[in-house]
């Protein structure tokens, strides 16, 4: 898939975004191994801490229904600023996804593309730990 679609159907979910609170709808789109597409968008709550950020909601849900290989995710808001994952996605990412991992970053019609070993450059990582 190329990235121009996968953020297409990012763009396409910040409508079911739940953000009476900040205002600021975020739509993910995460691309598994297999070509299944898992999206998400942020579910915020008056209890601010229990709020839910676009790409860990599709994380979650591909984990869900038993995916565990991601091939890339795109992020897109429909205003400043650009949405950047917070330092809580990007460990979950990080948890699945090797650090040249493709991250699509959109707020309108351009996008910017990082890497998550770019974004998190120093990842808590057990696996090479464990005996």
Known sequence: MEPEQL??????TIGHA????SNYKVGAALLCADGT???????ENASYGLTNCAERTAVF???AAGKTEFTAIAV???KEPAPFPC???????AEFCPPGFPVYISNGGSFERVTLGGLLPNRFDLRDKRE
Request: net charge positive; glycine share 6%.
């Open 7 to 12: 953020i297409q159907i990012a763009r396409e």
């Open 18 to 21: 739940h953000a009476p609170y």
């Open 37 to 43: 597409v898992f999206t998400g968008c942020n579910v």
């Open 61 to 63: 849900s591909a984990v």
């Open 76 to 78: 897109a808001a429909s």
């Open 87 to 93: 330092g809580a996605c990007r460990q979950v990412l």
